[in-house]
């Protein structure tokens, strides 16, 4: 898992609520992302930081907002969750420059009710 | 619309047979291809790179080949077996930042 944890692993929610998944690293790794999963889809990049305080968006952000306040962590919020960002998300880490081969964590599934 | 895709989203296999599995990009400019394998439950898993100045790369058993020409990618397991049943996704750099996934194919292996 090249030191990747992701928490909650599961979390059920109603719609409205805010939601928010931690993806950490142990690797100071400079390049971090959030994905996420569905059928049919793939796939799908939603943010990704290059640094502390250094983001950007994805193909699918509408709906989501990241923060990376140090380099072990990076978070990504769902200020209010919709039944259509229930998901499995993926967090991954580059151990290059830019999108190399990546490493993904475990996994966080959410259903939003 | 998506840039990587792959041709089938299903394969079914015997063991002991080669696996070839597609992937077509749109993108002339991205020079780097991954392909991935994801197990039931975990997250994707690295199998075999290729830039783009390779037409070939082989690891274990996975041969990687990529037509410029034709936009193509393809991921070949020789004698598969059933342990290699999953999913796999071709993806691609694009902008030298993120990895763009294709859609994934479900190969499954029987005995």
């Given at each position: 898992?090249?030191?990747?944890?992701?928490?909650?692993?599961?979390?059920?929610?109603?719609?409205?609520?805010?939601?928010?998944?931690?993806?950490?690293?142990?690797?100071?790794?400079?390049?971090?992302?959030?994905y996420?999963?569905?059928?049919?889809?793939?796939?799908?990049?939603?943010?990704?930081?290059?640094?502390?305080?250094?983001?950007?968006?994805?193909e699918?952000?509408?709906?989501?907002?990241?923060?990376?306040?140090?380099?072990?962590?990076?978070?990504?919020?769902?200020?209010?969750?919709?039944s259509?960002?229930t998901?499995?998300?993926?967090?991954?880490i580059?151990?290059?420059?830019?999108?190399?081969?990546?490493?993904?964590?475990?996994?966080?599934?959410l259903?939003?009710? | 619309?998506?840039?990587?895709?792959?041709?089938?989203?299903?394969?079914?296999?015997?063991?002991?047979?080669?696996?070839i599995?597609?992937?077509?990009?749109s993108?002339s400019?991205?020079?780097?291809?991954?392909?991935?394998?994801?197990?039931?439950g975990?997250?994707?898993?690295?199998?075999?790179?290729?830039r783009?100045?390779?037409?070939?790369?082989q690891?274990?058993?996975?041969?990687?080949?990529?037509n410029?020409?034709?936009?193509?990618?393809?991921?070949?397991?020789?004698?598969?077996?059933?342990?290699?049943?999953?999913?796999?996704?071709?993806?691609?750099?694009?902008?030298?930042?993120?990895?763009i996934?294709?859609?994934?194919?479900?190969?499954?292996?029987?005995?």
């Open positions: 898992d090249a030191g990747i944890t992701q928490s909650p692993r599961h979390k059920v929610t109603e719609t409205g609520t805010p939601v928010t998944l931690r993806c950490h690293q142990t690797e100071n790794h400079r390049y971090m992302y959030w996420r999963q569905d059928p049919g889809h793939g796939l799908r990049l939603i943010h990704y930081s290059y640094g502390v305080k250094d983001t950007d968006k994805g699918v952000s509408d709906g989501y907002s990241v923060s990376r306040s140090k380099t072990e962590d990076f978070l990504l919020t769902l200020e209010s969750a919709t259509s960002q998901s499995v998300y993926f967090c991954a580059s151990t290059g420059q830019g999108a190399g081969e990546l490493f993904f964590g475990e996994g966080s599934r259903t939003v009710l | 619309g998506e840039s990587v895709g792959l041709h089938l989203p299903t394969l079914s296999v015997q063991e002991g047979d080669n696996s599995i597609n992937c077509a990009y993108n400019a991205s020079d780097y291809f991954i392909w991935y394998k994801q197990e039931s975990k997250g994707p898993q690295f199998i075999i790179d290729i783009s100045n390779m037409d070939k790369r690891g274990q058993r996975v041969t990687v080949l990529l410029k020409t034709v936009k193509h990618l393809s991921l070949q397991i020789a004698a598969t077996q059933p342990g290699d049943s999953a999913v796999y996704f071709c993806a691609e750099n694009q902008a030298g930042t993120a990895l996934f294709g859609k994934g194919t479900t190969l499954s292996v029987s005995s």
